[in-house]
T-cell receptor, first 113, second 116 residues
Framework: AQSVTQPDIHITVSEGASLELRCNYSYGATPYLFWYVQSPGQGLQLLLKYFSGDTLVQGIKGFEAEFKRSQSSFNLRKPSVHWSDAAEYFCAVGGYNNNDMRFGAGTRLTVKP | ETGVTQTPRHLVMGMTNKKSLKCEQHLGHNAMYWYKQSAKKPLELMFVYNFKEQTENNSVPSRFSPECPNSSHLFLHLHTLQPEDSALYLC???????????????FGPGTRLTVL
């Protein structure tokens, strides 16, 4: 069965520093991979998605993620973090059928001034 | 109103109460979802409706009863809940729940439920 592991429960970075959030997945077929962000009091918002093609995908708000099949990973990166990026980030794996989507437990990002 | 709205935003109920959560989507979508979000646990898919038909019930206890009267509205009826049911309940919608192409899900802000 498909599953997602986000090894870091909580990460703190300084504003302006680079960021990498880790995601490892288990999926029997070609995975479709997603990163969502949840700001306090808000629902989840899709940051980016990978289906096929270029393994480096660009998303909104300056985020990018790289799919590495050999490592079963889909890590999220941002070169320079802004205070407004403080939120919870969720990685998810699935397919075209949303019934099959599985989410990780999330990584909470704190940004220090 | 735009996007996906949920009411109430916060709910406190006793174990013997009956209450309902409401979700409304203003996006013209045909699929709606209920998720349970507990602290430090993955988001759990509870129910899926596609064109008003329930297509997924992810082994959810019968004390949670969904209702989808039309493609724009989704309810979650609650009765005799347990304290471990306390969580954030998220509603989402998408054009369809599956098919030949990807259907992005749009989420509401959630209802924070506390069961005493």
């Amino acid at each position: 069965a498909q599953s997602v592991t986000q090894p870091d429960i909580h990460i703190t970075v300084s504003e302006g520093a680079s960021l990498e959030l880790r995601c490892n997945y288990s999926y029997g077929a070609t995975p479709y991979l997603f990163w969502y962000v949840q700001s306090p009091g808000q629902g989840l918002q899709l940051l980016l998605k990978y289906f096929s093609g270029d393994t480096l995908v660009q998303g909104i708000k300056g985020f990018e993620a790289e799919f590495k099949r050999s490592q079963s990973s889909f890590n999220l990166r941002k070169p320079s973090v802004h205070w407004s990026d403080a939120a919870e980030y969720f990685c998810a794996v699935g397919g075209y059928n949303n019934n099959d989507m599985r989410f990780g437990a999330g990584t909470r990002l704190t940004v220090k001034p | 109103e735009t996007g996906v709205t949920q009411t109430p935003r916060h709910l406190v109920m006793g174990m013997t109460n009956k209450k309902s959560l409401k979700c409304e989507q203003h996006l013209g979508h045909n699929a709606m979802y209920w998720y349970k979000q507990s602290a430090k646990k993955p988001l759990e898919l509870m129910f899926v409706y596609n064109f008003k038909e329930q297509t997924e019930n992810n082994s959810v206890p019968s004390r949670f009863s969904p209702e989808c009267p039309n493609s724009s509205h989704l309810f979650l009826h609650l009765h005799t809940l347990q304290p471990e049911d306390s969580a954030l309940y998220l509603c989402a919608s998408s054009q369809e729940s599956g098919g030949a192409y990807y259907n992005e899900q749009f989420f509401g802000p959630g209802t924070r439920l506390t069961v005493l």
